[in-house]
């Protein structure tokens, strides 16, 4: 069975952006087997709005355009999306110690699936209860 994770957005976007030196060992090898098709990835809608505000804005340098970034992430059966629901919304109300509101429905994401967290944080993971890989 693959390896599953949740990505925070600083992880993804230094990945995705070849910047993966910022990167944590276990972080970006968790990367590198995703890519090769032995672990899977979750985004939560946060992190694709997040990328798409700051690719916007040009604090982010895609390859190419976000949409057609998006779309070739996705279609790589590597990386899923997540959709903000309602049971994202349950599992973050509890994490309020997480004064960020996209770092709590980032971890809530992670607490829902069930999955570790790729974040350099380790503060969110120890208030979620969750697995930080880094």
């Given amino acids: 069975m693959a390896e599953l994770a949740v990505t925070d957005t600083h992880?993804?976007?230094w990945?995705?952006?070849g910047v993966d030196r910022k990167l944590g060992r276990r972080a970006r090898r968790l990367f590198e087997r995703a890519d090769a098709g032995r672990a899977a990835i979750f985004l939560?809608?946060?992190?694709?709005?997040?990328?798409?505000?700051n690719v916007q804005t040009g604090r982010i340098r895609l390859e190419m355009?976000?949409?057609?970034?998006?779309?070739a992430l996705f279609s790589s059966a590597r990386y899923f999306p997540v959709e903000l629901n309602r049971a994202v919304v349950r599992a973050s109300e509890g994490l309020y110690g997480i004064p960020e509101r996209g770092d709590r429905l980032i971890a809530g994401?992670?607490?829902?699936?069930g999955c570790p967290l790729i974040t350099r944080d380790p503060e969110i993971g120890r208030i979620?209860?969750?697995?930080?890989?880094?």
């Fill in 109 to 113: 994401t992670a607490v829902h699936l």
């Fill in 11 to 13: 992880a993804l976007v």
């Fill in 65 to 71: 355009p976000f949409v057609d970034w998006e779309e």
């Fill in 128 to 134: 979620a209860g969750l697995e930080v890989i880094w």
């Fill in 44 to 53: 939560p809608a946060i992190v694709l709005v997040e990328i798409a505000e």
């Fill in 15 to 17: 990945y995705a952006t």
